[in-house]
């Protein structure tokens, strides 16, 4: 049973990698949508994107979670106390911070037409809260899968603690890189691409 559910774990840890880092760059250049009728459509893409990442998330999830509950801990605690957050805190950060602001943008831009866009739509759309919860999801994910093949059946600190630093800070430089893409797509000399 433990084969049969890390398999299922590195199975949907790898599908939603690979799905982060479409969704993550499908996001990322929702700003260069051009026309209010297309970005429209590619804001209601992206909220599909959502439910797909939920899939192999909560899969994820699952698997540690029947893991966990039919094993020793000692075959499933590195997998509770790692692989958990770093699939459940992107999921959740998509679905409480990306998805109620796509719905927002998608209800803003399903009455207007034309190009260009709004300052005020154009620094929405590129701000990090849209952005970056899908692309932490690939980081997450990538990290997870990293787990999976380092982590040996003890966990040990001094092995996730620099990975998981990384990954912070890898998250941190993102969330200020979109931030100035942001406050650059508002300012009323920025130029629709």
Not at 141 to 165: C, D, E, M, W
Request: hydrophobic share 55%; proline share 5%; no cysteine.
């Amino acid at each position: 049973m433990f084969s049969f559910l890390t398999t299922v774990i590195y199975g949907s840890a790898l599908l939603l990698t690979l799905l982060s880092w479409i969704a993550g760059r499908k996001a990322s250049r929702l700003l260069y949508g051009g026309s209010a009728e297309r970005l429209n459509r590619k804001i209601r893409k992206q909220m599909v994107w959502v439910a797909y990442l939920t899939v192999p998330a909560l899969v994820v999830v699952a698997a540690t979670l029947t893991m966990a509950s039919y094993m020793d801990s000692a075959f499933w605690k590195e997998r509770v106390l790692l692989h958990l957050p770093l699939t459940l805190i992107p999921l959740l950060a998509m679905w409480a911070l990306s998805m109620p602001r796509l719905m927002k943008l998608w209800k803003m831009t399903r009455t207007m037409t034309g190009a260009p866009l709004p300052l005020d739509i154009r620094r929405q759309v590129a701000h990090p809260l849209a952005i970056v919860p899908f692309q932490m999801s690939a980081l997450g994910a990538g990290a997870t899968l990293y787990f999976l093949f380092v982590t040996s059946v003890s966990l040990q600190l001094t092995r996730t603690l620099i990975p998981i630093l990384l990954l912070a800070v890898v998250t941190g430089i993102l969330w200020i890189a979109y931030d100035r893409r942001s406050d650059k797509a508002g300012q009323p000399e920025a130029v629709a691409s």
